[in-house]
């Protein structure tokens, strides 16, 4: 393995690693360093990429650019089987043609133990190592592919891994002979596997026979007998029941302290993320949204998104007025954080910092009960204060037909700052018929736009201090706020068809992000509730959408 | 309760075709080998069978080439089955079809084309099909019995579990020992039937050896379909017997793995 050290106490470091699937970028230039020992939970929606960062590090998936280290070491170019990093399937993946002791048996019966060879003389024998030689050659390969990183760099690593392969090609190095283990040993240590998992007893059980529990047992005892350096889960309680799933969730948090490897788990449930890590990994298409402890990613989410993801929470749009005042659901609060004045910022409520009282006070507000559910130890309430919606938590149980007053306090206040309020599509262009295509989709916009005081005549040539101008095969960029843009179900007459990526509540509207099929994301605001995946058809308000020329106006005059 | 017979009611048929063409048959088969020309009980047939080495001869050879044509077949359609299984590799199922259609046409007419084309290839090589007996029988076997070891290898390598492809990698398998020991044992149920479509008719076939190897290579089918054309009727059935038992040995040393590999399989998943 090539040595380069960089981190001392960093077990796995990813560089840079990006992950392309037939032209969809689904890392995108990853950055994650994860510290010996911890238990790292990487939390995400589906398709966000978590699984995929999983397979990378385990070594199913290639990326097709970056590194990822392992103990300082690159190991992008090294096959699954010869990495020391074991992993605990989603569907656990046992063998059924095996028996539980054999299915715990398999990666020993596998595993080779290097012993340092010697010559007669009793001095350590030195070979060229052609393994290492055969990494080096694989990471030339791979980084000769790489299509992303600039050639300038290419050029420069590609002579660092050129000077180490010739390095190892000149020097011999100790030789090892590779032994496998004797069944005496195997058998100690699938005993002991097997005790760590609580299956002493069922050695000789045939996997079918099995409870998925049990069989979740066996996939855990299979890939830890190994001793990897880091263990990863890809969603290993999926398939169980949520009291199996509570009980094996503190169970590996346990078996973890004993152990005392890294574990990188991979979900999608976030309170089992919040219960079991040390360090929490959020993630959304493809990009790193925060990583932090658990204490840290619900106290203080860095954006909506996680905010959004991790508990129930109320995100509303916001305007600094003030020193550490700020306003919404049409009142002044005051708050911790520091903003500038007049920023639009995200502000979020935990529904637990929402206090209630069902007679008036002093800074509460009025509202009205619109739901409440019986929770076990509390109730959840929604109230209504004007347009907007507040979740609530209480042991209390108010009256639904009478008003309540809330109060939410500076400490409760956690303000954001806001991010992707427009739309701007810079390669959008004017076409022959002069109509606006964004995202490839004509739009018939007004072109005077494109100039201030201009008129457009109706075959689309813009007047301007008695100059025409033919903006035909012009670029341009085009802008539109979420909030004219409609979103509906109906695709059928809808001039750009999309996928919707993810939805986050704000109080009285959804702020959706919608990918179109040409890979043009499209923020919109909507009253409506639309579920990841869901394909929509986006309409414009025509009126409302910004035109700017690129390049020079004089090109155009005609 | 009508309801039930007439359910019942719908096995009719087949057991009436079985038992006419199939329990009758063998029990005819029975009585021939056990009785001599006159209809009277004797064991001269198999003393005759069990005396003659020409005889003995034809069967050990036909095991043999059964053994020979097994391997060949499954060596070939092993990995063809495991890319036409592969999706990036067979958009649709038109590759399938593509081995499939042989079956499609009658089986004296392909082997009869066959002759003659092996005759055209080996004539540019100054040699006859007479000349190669084995050869041209091996080729034969082998293009008509590869549909047969394809068609069950694809359907095991369709349901292969990618994930324990992906375990054994991941618990220090090279790509040599994720063969042997997980893809094998996971399509261990389509190479046992695959095995069985191929070895049991090729003992007894005798259209293939006579047309290719120019009646050179003599299959226990062939000298079954001998005694009953020189009108040894007892002689043909005591053989008919031996083949039959052959199959009902094979048949219960597999049974085994058949039902228990896929019984597993759906039970785990």
Known sequence: ?558 | MKYKYFRKGLALPFALFLILFVIIPILFIIFYAFTDNQGFFSFDAVVSFFTSTTKLNVLLVSILVGLFNTVLCLLIGFPLAYLLANPKFNKNYVLVMLFVMPMWINFVLRTGALRDLLSIVLGWFNTTNGEHPLFCTMVGMVTNYLPFTILPLYSTMLKLDKSQIEAAQDLGCNPFKTFTRNIIPQTLPGLVSASMMVFMPTISSYVISDTLSEGKIMLFGNSIYLSFSNSDWNGGSFMSLIMLIIIFIVMFATKKFQGNGSERRLSAW
């Open chain 1, 1 to 558: 393995m090539c040595a380069e050290k960089i981190g001392e106490n960093y077990i796995i470091e990813m560089n840079n690693v990006t992950k392309i699937f037939d032209g969809v970028t689904v890392i995108d230039k990853m950055n994650l360093k994860i510290k010996k020992g911890e238990f790292v939970t990487i939390l995400g929606p589906s398709g966000c990429g978590k699984s995929t960062t999983l397979r990378m590090i385990a070594g199913f998936e290639t990326p097709d650019s970056g590194d990822i280290l392992l103990n300082g070491s690159n190991i992008t170019a090294i096959p699954p089987y010869r990495r020391p990093i074991n992993t605990v399937f989603q569907h656990y993946a046992l063998f059924p043609n095996l028996d539980v002791y054999d299915n715990v048996a398999f990666g020993l019966r596998n595993k080779k133990i290097a012993v340092p060879l010697k010559n007669k003389d009793g001095s350590p024998m030195l070979k060229i190592d052609k393994g290492l030689a055969k990494d080096l050659k694989n990471q030339i390969k791979r980084l000769k592919k790489d299509k992303i990183i600039s050639s300038e760099e290419k050029e420069n690593r590609l002579n660092y891994l050129y000077q180490k392969l010739d390095e190892c090609l000149s020097t011999p190095r100790q030789a090892y002979k590779y032994k496998h283990l004797s069944e005496e040993e195997i058998d100690e240590k699938v005993v002991k596997a097997l005790s760590i998992v609580d299956l002493d007893e069922l050695e000789d059980r045939d996997i079918s026979t099995l409870s998925g529990g049990q069989q979740q047992r066996v996939a855990i005892a299979r890939a830890i007998i190994c001793e990897p350096l880091i263990l990863l889960l890809d969603e290993p309680l999926g398939a169980l029941d949520l009291k199996m799933r509570k009980d094996m969730q503190i169970e590996l948090k346990e078996m973890h302290k004993k152990i005392g490897i890294t574990f990188i788990y991979v979900t999608h449930d976030q309170e089992e993320a919040l219960t079991m890590s040390d360090t929490i990994i959020v993630m959304n298409d493809g990009v790193i949204q925060q990583i932090g402890s658990p204490e840290n990613i619900y106290n203080e989410p860095q954006n909506a998104f996680v905010a959004d993801f991790i508990g129930s929470s109320n995100i509303y749009n916001a305007t600094v007025i003030g020193d550490k005042k700020v306003r919404f659901l049409n009142h002044v609060f005051n708050c911790v954080d520091f903003f500038p004045i007049n920023e639009r910022v995200d502000v979020i409520v935990r529904p637990e910092d929402v206090h209630l009282s069902d007679v008036p006070k002093e800074n509460y507000l009025e509202g009205k009960i619109a739901s409440k559910v019986f929770k076990g130890i509390h109730y959840q309430y929604s109230i209504m204060i004007g347009h907007d919606e507040v979740l609530a938590q209480s042991i209390k149980d108010f009256d639904q037909n009478k008003p309540l007053y809330i109060e939410i306090r500076p400490d409760g206040i956690h303000l954001m700052k806001k991010e992707n309020i427009s739309n701007v599509y810079t390669d959008s262009y004017i076409g022959k018929d002069h109509k606006v295509y964004i995202d490839e989709c004509p739009i018939d916009c007004d072109l005077s736009k494109m100039i201030n005081n201009s008129t457009v005549d109706e075959d689309g040539i813009v007047t301007y201090d008695n100059k025409k101008y033919d903006f035909a095969n012009a670029d341009c960029v085009a802008t539109i706020s979420p909030k004219d843009i409609q979103v509906s179900d109906d695709t059928s007459d809808a001039p750009i068809k999309g996928r919707v990526i993810n939805s986050v509540y704000k109080g009285d509207h959804y702020l959706i992000l919608v990918r179109t099929e040409n890979d043009e994301d499209f923020f919109v605001m909507t009253p409506y509730t639309f579920n990841a995946d869901d394909i929509v058809g986006l309409n414009f308000d025509k009126s409302k959408i910004e035109l700017k020329l690129k390049g020079d106006l004089n090109d155009y005059e005609i």
